[in-house]
């Protein structure tokens, strides 16, 4: 069956450090994979998709993601960051050959929180 | 931009009562979707739709239906609602096909059942 890790519940990051936001999946053929953000009390904006091409994908507000064929992750990451980056993170895979005829299947979320 | 667009943001209904929540996108895309999101639990998928007068069921359809009249507007209803419903829902959407597969959420609605 297809699907998508968040291992971590939370993570705590100093504010100006660098974060890390782990994902590991499970699917049969070539992923499509996603990271979506939540701020409380809001829809999910999508931040960034590895559809095909260059493992390191940049998206939006500065954070980027690394595909890892070899050990099936897509990590997101971002350089430095920031107070505002506190929210709540999914990653999401697309399911193509399992139940869910081909749509999203969402990682159970990771809490990113960034103190000054 | 894409807008997608729900009803309400809070809702409090009582036991048994039959809920509707409407959802709106203005970008002219076929696929629409309903989720809902619990602590713990992520987003999990209630129905979709992937054209008008379509509809699927996903991995949690029990206790819910939906309509598809126009191509722009996704409704979900709780023929009877319980006390178990009480969750956040979240509608999106996304246009068919291509190399987009982007799903756009709207700010979702947050429903209690008393």
């Known amino acids: 069956a297809q699907s998508v890790a968040q291992p971590e519940d939370q993570v705590n990051v100093a504010e100006g450090n660098p974060l890390t936001v782990k994902c590991t999946y499970s699917v049969s053929g070539n992923p499509y994979l996603f990271w979506y953000v939540q701020y409380p009390n809001r829809g999910l904006q999508f931040l960034l998709k590895?559809?095909?091409?260059?493992?390191l994908v940049k998206g939006s507000y500065g954070f980027e993601a690394e595909f890892n064929k070899s050990q099936t992750s897509f990590h997101l990451k971002k350089p430095s960051a920031l107070v505002s980056d506190s929210a709540l993170y999914f990653c999401a895979v697309r399911d193509f050959y399992g139940g869910s005829q081909g749509n999203l299947i969402f990682g159970k979320g990771t809490k990113l929180s960034v103190k000054p | 931009d894409v807008k997608v667009t729900q009803s309400s943001r809070y809702l409090v209904k009582r036991t048994g009562e039959k809920v509707f929540l409407e959802c709106v996108q203005d970008?002219?895309?076929?696929?629409m979707f309903w989720y809902r999101q619990d602590p713990g639990l992520g987003l999990r998928l209630i129905y979709f739709s992937y054209d008008v007068k379509m509809k699927e069921k996903g991995d949690i359809p029990e206790g819910y239906s939906v309509s598809r009249e126009k191509k722009e507007r996704f409704s979900l209803i709780l023929e009877s609602a319980s006390t178990n419903q009480t969750s956040m829902y979240l509608c999106?959407?996304?246009?068919?096909?291509?190399?987009?597969?982007?799903?756009?959420f709207g700010p979702g609605t947050r429903l209690l059942v008393l």
């Open positions: 970008m002219d895309h076929e696929n």
């Open positions: 999106a959407s996304r246009e068919q096909g291509g190399i987009q597969e982007t799903q756009y």
């Open positions: 590895y559809i095909t091409g260059d493992n």
